[in-house]
């Protein structure tokens, strides 16, 4: 049988990221994906195939399997990675009108004015920008804990106070005990949902109701860099709240369903004025090649498909393997899990290391859990034969 991919160019080959792994397509592996349109006579759905199948030899051979850091295991897309190898040519400009194509093709796809976005340096750029603006000389932050750990970090580093509220006993937000922080010097108020590192997701309802009535008294920050990843039917996104005038503010991130943590992209949704006063602490734009990779991407959803059923594949895998083990983790709704080790964390990072795995450290106060990263599903296959040596 003649291989499929023997028709690629050697710049389409290099263009579209293909390694030289095996050929052979699985058989109803991407029933959601589209197959008609090609890349140099392969089918886009075959693309994807591969691109599995290389991601894991790849990331075998570059030491221990990367489950730490919540990345895309697939890296970026086909699509988003031919953008960048034809955008060689504007690497010396300042303002390259990617720029703006970037702002706008984020803005169609949440369904908002171009004028209510702010591209950025990663979503970590937005939470520094959020400290300066609402923590400095002395600004009052109320956030969980554990979250996301930059705004707090950054917010500290400024002087501002920075109120901590634990996690319920689902290892969600006590929203009822963040209103009770809530006072007259309280500048800004965060919230993660879903949850890093506790995978959790918090019910629309609830967040919508907490998030619209704190607005009225304090700015709201709504971290949504996992909402890709949800699966829990009629989950929304906070981005309609900004668009009735209220004081809340949604970042985005292209680093993770997208792949591009390298290149560093991420968005603020908010009112005009509030994107305005952010953007008076900005340090500069994205790189040209993170910009044309994630517009790219914004469009490519069919590896946004692939991507979320292959992380629901590796999440279900694991998740199975704990409740085997006995072990009590998370509804997890990110593309990561949480579980209770029962044992101090980094004796279990020692022991996956040993077997080639690199996992999360610990997140306070939960010294006896463990986060793991879904990598590919071939990667969750090994992981779980060596997971039980974990609870010896």
């Known amino acids: 049988m003649r291989d499929p991919f023997s028709s690629l160019s050697r710049r389409q080959w290099l263009q579209a990221g293909l ?16 197959a008609t349109r090609v890349l140099g006579g392969v089918s886009y759905a075959e693309l994807l195939h591969r691109l599995e199948q290389d991601a894991t030899t790849a990331r075998r051979a570059a030491g221990p399997v990367r489950l730490m850091y919540n990345e895309n295991p697939y890296g970026m897309s086909p699509k988003a990675k031919d953008a960048l190898m034809n955008s060689w040519s504007e690497h010396g400009w300042y303002d390259p009108p990617i720029r703006q194509q970037a702002r706008d093709t984020f ?21 520094a920008m959020l400290a300066i603006a609402y923590g400095a000389e ?9 979250t ?6 950054y917010a500290s580093t400024l002087k501002a106070t920075v109120r901590q509220v634990p996690l319920d006993d689902r290892m969600d937000h006590d929203f009822y005990a963040m209103d009770a922080k809530i006072g007259n010097g309280t500048k800004l108020v965060f919230v993660c949902n879903p949850n890093n590192p506790t995978a959790t997701l918090h019910d629309d309802a609830t967040v919508r109701d907490f998030v619209t009535t704190t607005a009225k008294r304090t700015p709201v920050i709504v971290d949504e860099a996992y909402i890709d990843f949800v699966d829990v039917p009629g989950h929304r996104s906070m981005i309609d709240l900004v668009l009735k005038g209220e004081s809340v503010i949604v970042s985005r991130t292209a680093s993770k369903i997208h792949g591009l943590a390298g290149l560093r992209v991420g968005f603020v949704v908010a009112r005009p004025d509030i994107i305005a006063r952010l953007d008076r602490y900005k340090t500069g734009d994205p790189n040209v090649f993170g910009l044309h990779a994630a517009t790219a991407s914004l469009r ?3 590896y946004q498909t692939f991507v979320k059923q292959k ?16 072990r009590k983790a998370t509804v997890s709704q990110t593309n990561f899990v949480f579980f209770h080790a029962g044992k101090p964390t980094a004796d279990v990072q020692k022991y996956f290391l040993q077997q080639g795995f690199a996992v999360g450290r610990a997140f306070p106060p939960y010294t006896d859990w463990c986060r793991v990263s879904i990598g590919t599903p071939d990667e969750m296959k090994a992981f779980v034969k060596v997971l039980p040596g974990a609870f010896a």
Request: no cysteine; charged share 20%.
């Open 300 to 302: 490519d959803t069919e």
């Open 19 to 34: 390694g030289l792994g095996a050929t052979a397509a699985l058989p109803g592996l991407l029933p959601a994906l589209e």
């Open 107 to 127: 803005a169609a796809h949440v369904g908002v004015p171009p004028e209510y976005v702010m591209v950025t340096q990663g979503s970590s750029e937005v939470l």
């Open 311 to 326: 992380n629901r594949e590796g999440r279900t895998m694991l998740l199975d393997a704990l409740r085997s083990a006995g």
């Open 148 to 153: 996301f750990e930059d705004l707090p970090r």
């Open 138 to 146: 002395g600004g009052e932050i109320v956030v969980p804990h554990p």
